[in-house]
């Protein structure tokens, strides 16, 4: 069973900065990549931002390209976000997501096959 478990949601001002952490456990657990979506309210969720286990391929959302970074740990199975110039606009409750399927839908919903339970961000203007 693989669970996923995010941390570093918070309340943050605008042009403030956060860091999300998610930690994958479960035995022999390799993905193919790991990926950030985010939902807000009444709206529908939204790819953020990917990585591949290899490190060498990113992906992002263009409203969030130069602002956030995507990193990850491959010893210890965890994703980063680093949060950096936040806007108001940024807020909602971020998932991280994994995939085990080689592919290049990096921002399909569909390709990712575990999630986390969320974790809320929220920036105040």
């Known amino acids: 069973q693989v669970q996923l478990v995010e941390s570093g949601g918070g309340l943050v001002q605008t042009g403030g900065s956060l860091r999300l952490s998610c930690a994958a456990s479960?035995?022999?657990?390799?993905?193919?990549?790991m990926g950030w979506f985010r939902q807000a309210p009444g709206k529908e969720r939204e790819f953020v931002s990917a990585?591949?286990?290899?490190?060498?391929?990113?992906h992002y959302l263009d409203s969030v390209k130069g602002r956030f970074t995507i990193s990850r740990d491959s010893a210890k199975n965890t994703v980063f976000l680093q949060m950096n110039n936040l806007k108001p606009e940024d807020t909602a409750v971020y998932y991280c997501?994994?995939?085990?399927?080689?592919?290049?839908?990096?921002?399909?919903?569909?390709?990712?096959?575990?999630w986390g339970q969320g974790t809320q961000v929220t920036v105040s203007s």
């Open positions: 990585i591949d286990w290899s490190g060498s391929r990113t």
């Open positions: 479960g035995r022999s657990f390799v993905p193919y990549g």
């Open positions: 997501a994994a995939r085990i399927n080689v592919g290049s839908a990096w921002s399909a919903i569909r390709e990712y096959a575990y």
